[in-house]
């Protein structure tokens, strides 16, 4: 008997394969192991997995390159493993399979499968309807408690949750209520005691909300798991906490990179070519070179300046470098209240008014540093800045209070900005106020120098 055709060799040989025993790992541990391996070697093992196995790991949405593995399986185990997928799973894998394959594969779908599979790929990306599942149970509100269990007994291996039991009702099939698994298993198995004497009202979902907006709602309701309905209240879907978590975290990845100034990568570190890298971060490092070159401009004013008192470019990073850093400190507390709905677009005045005595604070406290800085280097002789150390010590302070407070202020608006055009705060706000407050810095640093030196040093 061959290998493939003995269960028992199957799993021998699956386990010798991974370097693990399956049948006693975790799924999330074994999906960690096949991604250390060569897709040619997890092709092989998926191959002679059994299905059960395998659809387990391809639910996993932290098994890399799923997409292409499938693609290469052989025809009748990749449809295998798409009829035995959470649909929303099978969604996500088959979109980016390549154009071809993905026809292919969507052929030998069989019609149910396929009208989900369909259904769920209509929505955009990053909506309600783009993460929900069609694998739920539901009931007409005229059927019992015992005839609710039996049907979940029947429908349980097919669906992706059973948390709560939608009750619809049973002409219109639209939503009525919800009852929670807990309390129809307390219930008393009588054949008179109707389901929908248990349910409750429930809080559900639109297909066009985005995820931020979906995980705020389960966030609130404290719920593992709501229902999509359309504009009739028919249920198209439902969300699961887990779901939920999976897309904040693609999402927060997506905010932490455009924050640093590129392009979101939707594939892990060590997956991602030279080319597709060079791509994804040139674009963005050239904008902000060529918006720096505006600091060689704004140096290039105050030419006269430096050549008469070269100790000024002394301070020159010190003083940018502060600016910049109270105005990216600005710009992530507002971008995280904005996604939080802490504040809105029409609390910018508020927020202005808030920043200004702040960033003058923090600019004052800065400046007595850099005011103690020089006045401790010239008592101990570790530097001379000249007679008039004095007064130089004061512009470095007052110059900190003024770039601070711009920086705060800077930071704070432009989040607003960007998200009124149209734009994602997070994808230019850091970088832009970094290089806004560069400019502005020089400029009110050798301004102040100009008021307080002239005469003097200058």
């Known amino acids: 008997m061959s290998v493939v055709n003995d269960p028992r060799k199957v799993v021998d040989a699956v386990n010798t394969a991974i370097g693990a025993p399956m049948a006693h790992e975790h799924?999330?541990?074994?999906?960690e192991l096949l991604n250390e391996k060569s897709n040619e070697d997890v092709i092989e093992i998926i191959t002679r997995m059994p299905l059960e196995w395998a659809v387990e790991v391809f639910d996993q949405p932290q098994f890399q390159?799923?997409?292409?593995?499938?693609?290469?399986l052989p025809q009748d185990k990749a449809i295998a493993l798409l009829e035995g997928m959470s649909a929303d799973r099978?969604?996500?894998?088959?979109?980016?399979?390549?154009?071809?394959?993905?026809?292919r594969l969507h052929q030998g779908l069989s019609p149910e499968t396929r009208a989900s599979v369909d259904h769920l790929m209509s929505y955009a990306e990053g909506t309600a309807g783009s993460m929900m599942t069609t694998e739920f149970v539901s009931v007409p509100s005229t059927w019992t408690v015992q005839q609710t269990i039996e049907h979940i007994r029947r429908v349980e291996r097919s669906r992706e949750t059973v948390y709560a039991i939608y009750v619809l009702n049973p002409s219109t099939h639209r939503l009525e209520n919800m009852v929670?698994?807990?309390?129809?298993?307390?219930a008393e198995p009588d054949d008179n005691v109707l389901v929908a004497?248990?349910?409750?009202?429930?809080?559900?979902?639109?297909?066009?909300?985005?995820?931020?907006d979906v995980a705020r709602v389960i966030s609130k309701y404290d719920v593992l798991a709501l229902p999509v309905v359309d504009s009739t209240n028919h249920v198209l879907g439902i969300i699961t906490v887990d779901d939920v978590i999976d897309a904040m975290i693609e999402e927060q990845t997506e905010d932490v990179q455009r924050m640093g100034g590129m392009e979101a990568i939707d594939m892990p570190y060590f997956e991602i070519s030279f080319a597709h890298m060079i791509k994804k971060r040139a674009g963005w490092l050239c904008?902000?070179?060529?918006?720096?070159?505006?600091?060689?401009?704004?140096?290039?004013?105050?030419?006269?300046?430096?050549?008469?008192?070269i100790v000024l470019a002394l301070f020159i990073p010190l003083v940018m470098s502060s600016g910049g850093n109270s105005g990216s400190q600005a710009t992530s507390l507002i971008i995280r209240a904005l996604a939080l709905r802490e504040v809105?677009?029409?609390?910018?005045?508020?927020?202005?008014?808030?920043?200004?005595?702040?960033?003058?604070?923090?600019?004052?406290?800065?400046?007595?540093?850099?005011?103690?800085?020089?006045?401790?280097?010239?008592?101990?002789?570790?530097?001379?800045y000249g007679e008039h150390w004095v007064i130089l010590a004061v512009t470095i302070g007052v110059a900190l209070v003024g770039i601070v407070t711009f920086g705060?202020?800077?930071?704070?608006?432009?989040?607003?900005?960007?998200?009124?055009?149209?734009?994602?705060?997070?994808?230019?706000?850091?970088p832009f106020v970094a290089t806004l407050v560069d400019v502005t810095g020089i400029v009110i640093y050798f301004s102040v120098a100009w008021l307080l030196l002239s005469g003097t040093i200058l």
């Open 344 to 384: 809105t677009l029409k609390d910018w005045w508020r927020v202005a008014l808030r920043e200004l005595p702040t960033g003058i604070v923090l600019g004052a406290i800065l400046g007595m540093i850099g005011i103690v800085r020089i006045a401790v280097w010239q008592g101990i002789g570790f530097f001379d």
């Open 408 to 430: 705060s202020i800077t930071g704070s608006l432009l989040p607003f900005i960007i998200k009124r055009v149209g734009f994602d705060p997070a994808s230019a706000s850091a």
């Open 90 to 103: 099978a969604v996500d894998v088959l979109r980016w399979v390549e154009e071809d394959d993905r026809a």
């Open 65 to 72: 390159d799923a997409s292409e593995i499938l693609a290469t």
């Open 287 to 309: 904008v902000l070179f060529l918006a720096e070159m505006l600091t060689a401009s704004a140096m290039q004013v105050f030419e006269d300046e430096l050549e008469k008192a």
């Open 197 to 212: 004497s248990l349910s409750h009202p429930v809080i559900t979902l639109t297909p066009a909300m985005t995820r931020e």
């Open 180 to 186: 929670t698994l807990r309390r129809l298993i307390a």
């Open 27 to 31: 799924v999330a541990d074994i999906v």
